[in-house]
């Protein structure tokens, strides 16, 4: 089976990592998959870990040039003049600016196509992409929740879940060790300000009675929500480290002793089944679509977003470091048994089967 993954910037940008544990795993198993990557967006210089070189590809034009783009890529798969149809069996579409491409590419080479709806948010533009009956589609869902608004959108037909899944390492992290200062890093999106904003505020009162604890934090929530100026006012430039391009730099934020992820957006991010798979501690917002947060009994939920419950869950973590490792490690054994990289690799292999002939999709209980 040969397979195509289509990938727009900003999914480029945040889950690089995905794309390449799809790679491997598919790789492991025999199907040979190809990255195709939107040139001009300066992601050459991103350091993807790829098996072969991506097929560049033309994301910015009127959708009425699109055919004409989606026919160039399709002939760069085979360096051929002549349009390779029938020799690409499936096009795996990451990211949401991508999809048009997607669905146009995969009718050119007459594959099946596979749309990754990673955020519920998606699913507008699921309804939009107006697919025929002659289109063998399947949109991916890490998450059961998302299938509700699928279904309402005359798509429930289309569904299949893979729960995204996470490395786990031999040995799980050593948090809060004696030895070392403690770290915490918030890590957000950022569009949701003022959840972003209280969850600062928490953190630098819970921290007040801990010198010894650092604060990191990924650039976008700094930016998005004004947090400098905050650290400025709160006096915590010194215990303050913002983290630029946090995709490239995942091995440190995963060196901290705990994650703050005030997100409730209904969005999939491997950063947070990664500290959840090492035994990080983390304490998050209540997002109750995504499920690692409502089934793992090792995340605290902060149910409702103010500075004083951030910092209250924060300041009982920080002192009771003990229990708090314990939290951590089952968050570790839930990922070891739920979303492991190799059970996330199946469901996917189970949509190709389906799509082109082999079998039917049959979803995880």
Known sequence: MRVLILVDARFALH???????????????????????PKD?????????????????????????RHI??????????????????????????????????RELA????????????????????????????????????????????????????????QWGAQVPAESASIFRPDKNSSIVLMSSGRQKEQCVVAFEGIADAIESHPQVMVFANLEVVQRADLWERVQNRKLEDRFTIIDRSEDRRDLLLR????????????????????????????????ECITPIQESSGISIVDRPSRSSWASKIAQALGDTQATRQAGLASREYVTKHRRVGMYITSILDAYRALVGEDEPVDEP
């Not at 969005?267 to 959840?276: K, Q, W, Y």
Request: hydrophobic letters at 45%.
């Open 107 to 162: 009718r050119v080479l007459d594959a099946g196509m596979v749309f990754e709806l990673w955020r519920a948010g998606l699913i507008d533009s699921a309804k939009s992409l107006h697919l025929d009956a002659s289109d063998r589609a399947l949109f991916l869902i890490p998450e059961r929740p998302f299938e509700t608004g699928l279904s309402r959108a005359g798509l429930g037909q289309r569904v299949h879940l893979a």
């Open 256 to 287: 901290c002793d705990m994650m703050i992820y005030p997100d409730t957006l209904h969005e999939e991010r491997t950063l947070l089944l990664d500290a959840m798979g090492i035994g990080m501690a983390i304490i998050a917002g209540n997002d």
């Open 41 to 65: 967006r300066r992601l050459e210089e991103k350091g993807f870990d790829l098996l072969c070189e991506p097929i560049w590809y033309a994301d910015r034009g009127l959708a009425l040039t």
């Open 15 to 37: 889950e690089r990592a995905l794309v390449e544990r799809v790679l491997v795993g598919l790789a492991d198993e025999g199907t040979i998959a190809q990255v195709v990557l």
């Open 69 to 102: 783009r989606a026919s160039q890529v399709a002939r760069q798969v085979t360096k051929d003049s002549d349009l390779p149809v029938g020799e690409i069996d499936i096009v795996h579409v990451f990211g949401g600016s991508a999809w048009s491409m997607g």
